[in-house]
């Protein structure tokens, strides 16, 4: 049986993964007050659920009277249980929520009299400090729209793997670091193909810009020693429990050399014994 917990920053998708995983036959509940979740938990360890071996739950700020404080014992006692317990958090930057919020005039659970929707997006991060530092998956939304957000949930979750999920992030440092990753490999000093005419408006997924890189040996030596050095320390990370982990690979605006690299990392990494994405931050937008 297995039990997931979603929870994020009000605006940051959190009905969406619920609804994607109610699709994928999850028994789902959505703003379960605190309280109530080890109940939860424990009717679904007797079975009360009937045919659900699968349940999701919603736990956020909409419900004040929730104590995050003892997050981290209540998951223990519902481990406890004999449940797989998985955690998601979602979150996105101030700038994306605020904007989210104003396109859909939808009124954040903690504004109030005096309260600002900055401040209120504030309040949130840290009220829900307890979830996110205890989360198994954090997902950033910033630069993710409602339906590149569902196939992340729906590729983890559709998967007959029990091991680690390891994604493959590229990324331009022109447009942010991305908050949810676990190592950053920043390429910039590498050879750039922006700087040939007839690659420029090429990405790393063209035939043209992989010769170019391959035939560079500085592109070729960073590459084997980022993945000597992933071959290292992933299992250990697995030793430790870990379920997901995202190595983002950046360059400057995110579309030759960080798209280049890090798809040869994932094509080498699909071979190993856990499940692997592979990401495209800008060439997404």
């Not at 005096?114 to 840290?126: F, H, M, P, V, W």
């Not at 999920?165 to 920043?186: E, N, Q, R």
């Not at 090429?202 to 960073?222: A, I, R, W």
């Not at 690299?261 to 931050?281: G, Y």
Request: charged fraction near 25%.
């Amino acid at each position: 049986m297995k039990l997931v917990i979603v929870s994020g920053l009000s605006g940051s998708g959190k009905s969406v993964v619920l609804h994607t995983l109610e699709d994928l036959s999850f028994y789902c509940i959505d703003n379960l007050p605190l309280s109530l979740l080890k109940e939860f938990a424990t009717q679904m360890a007797q079975g009360a659920l009937g045919e659900y071996q699968r349940a999701a739950v919603g736990i956020d700020a909409r419900n004040l009277n929730n104590d995050f404080g003892s997050f981290a014992d209540l998951i223990s006692q519902i481990r406890d249980l004999g449940l797989a317990c998985e955690i998601i958090f979602l979150q996105a930057d101030d700038n994306t929520l605020i904007k989210r919020f104003s396109e859909t005039r939808r009124k954040h659970p903690l504004t109030k009299a005096g309260t600002s929707l900055a401040e209120a997006i504030k309040q949130e991060r840290k009220l829900l400090g307890g979830v996110s530092i205890n989360a198994d998956w954090c997902i950033d939304s910033s630069r993710t729209n409602i339906h590149q957000l569902r196939d992340i949930i729906r590729a983890q979750m559709l998967s007959d793997s029990k091991s680690l999920t390891l994604t493959f992030l590229s990324f331009g440092f022109k447009h942010g670091i991305p908050v949810d990753a676990d190592f950053v490999f920043d390429i910039r000093c590498l050879p750039n193909p922006h700087w040939d005419p007839q690659l420029r408006a090429l990405t790393g997924m063209s035939k043209e810009v992989q010769l170019f890189l391959d035939k560079e040996p500085d592109v070729n030596e960073m590459y084997q020693d980022i993945q000597r050095f992933l071959e290292r320390w992933i299992p250990a990370f697995q030793a430790d429990n870990r379920t997901y982990m995202t190595v983002a690979i950046g360059c400057t605006g995110g579309q030759h050399r960080s798209v280049y690299l890090a798809k040869r990392l994932h094509d080498h990494f699909s071979s190993f014994n856990f499940d692997v994405l592979l990401r495209h931050r800008e060439l997404s937008l």
